[in-house]
């Protein structure tokens, strides 16, 4: 175990929403990946508007690492709060959310500190206003924001690059299909915050319709072949033996997203002070990269859901 004797001037990442039911999760696996003493993250502190509720949630998460890891407060109501943290960490990790009800003040307080921005979001209309409104000063001050490391969508994207790299020219995917199976004791699985969080990305459809329509247009990658019919919501797959619902995730717009910058961007996007060996290395995975259209299910063996 590392023991964090004396507060760094800049922690590696702070996660904030430590408190929170996802937020406790993030912290025990950034835990176990501290531990390593090759661990990139060499320093880590958590974050919350009540240092109670956090300490309560490491002492969950890692007893033995509760007097190591420093607290500290901050709550996305109070700006000054949030650049606080943003002055004394590289990568800030959001946990709080709804995203569309707390999330904005975060991202700008790390785009106008300059450190990068992390989080587990699955709400496409923050994704998106965050990069309408942030873009250009993040390139300014050097902040990288990544949204949709959780669930939603980090299985959905690499499964994705995976199954298209798998072809052999000239075989090309036409469609990809991911099925999901959800397996619990508990008849709910979830929380109140993530739920909270899907019931107002549905009820605010139309927000990211209009928000869509004031924004260029993306290119639309060519996927060889027709386009998937449409299909009922719930179906029988027969090749499967499931039955199976289509999930409402954001997965289908993120992988969507992807693959519509790789058609802008065949090679992917440069990284900051990119070594000639590392473009070498990006533009060699993108390239291999094919459009697909996709779909996410979730899967129940027993009869309808
Ligand atoms: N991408 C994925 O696969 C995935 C998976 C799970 C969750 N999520 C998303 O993650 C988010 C959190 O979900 P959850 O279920 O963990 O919610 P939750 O249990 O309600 O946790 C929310 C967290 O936000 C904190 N918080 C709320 N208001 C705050 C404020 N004004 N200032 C500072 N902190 C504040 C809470 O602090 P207190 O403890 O003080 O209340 C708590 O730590 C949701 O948007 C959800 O959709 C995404």
């Known amino acids: 175990m590392q023991a964090q004797s004396q507060i760094p001037e800049l922690f590696d990442v702070i996660i904030l929403?430590?408190?929170?039911?996802?937020?406790?999760?993030?912290?025990?696996?950034?835990?176990?990946?501290?531990?390593?003493?090759?661990?990139?993250?060499?320093?880590?502190?958590?974050?919350?508007?009540?240092?109670?509720?956090?300490?309560?949630?490491?002492?969950?998460?890692?007893?033995?690492?509760s007097l190591s890891i420093p607290i500290l407060t901050a709550d996305t109501t109070d700006p000054p709060s949030l650049h606080r943290l943003c002055s004394q960490t590289k990568l800030l990790l959001n946990c709080v959310g709804p995203y569309r009800l707390h999330g904005d003040p975060v991202a700008a307080a790390c785009v106008h500190s300059g450190c990068d921005y992390l989080d587990i979001s699955g709400e496409p209309e923050f994704m998106e206003r965050m990069e309408a409104r942030y873009h250009e000063k993040a390139v300014e001050t050097g902040s990288l924001l990544v949204s949709a490391c959780g669930f939603d969508s980090i299985p959905a994207e690499l499964g994705v690059m995976f199954n298209s790299r798998q072809w052999i020219p000239p075989a090309v995917p036409n469609q990809i299909e991911a099925y999901v199976s959800l397996e619990s004791d508990k008849r709910i699985v979830g929380n109140f915050g993530t739920y909270e969080s899907a019931v107002l990305g549905v009820a605010n459809a139309q927000e990211l319709q209009k928000l869509r329509r004031s924004r260029p247009r993306r290119a639309r990658p060519v996927i060889p072949g027709p386009a998937p019919l449409r299909g009922p919501l719930v179906e029988s797959q027969k090749r499967i033996g499931l039955w199976a619902i289509k999930l409402p995730s954001a997965d289908a717009t993120v992988v969507r997203r992807t693959l519509s910058i790789l058609t802008e961007n065949p090679h992917g996007l440069p990284g900051a002070n990119e070594s000639p060996e590392q473009r070498e290395k990006r533009e060699a995975f993108w390239s291999t990269v094919k459009p697909a259209h996709f779909g996410p299910w979730m899967v129940q063996e027993e009869g309808p859901l």
């Open 17 to 65: 929403g430590a408190s929170g039911f996802t937020g406790k999760y993030v912290v025990r696996e950034a835990l176990k990946l501290f531990n390593f003493p090759s661990s990139p993250i060499k320093s880590l502190a958590l974050a919350g508007r009540n240092p109670t509720r956090v300490k309560q949630a490491l002492q969950w998460a890692s007893p033995s690492h």
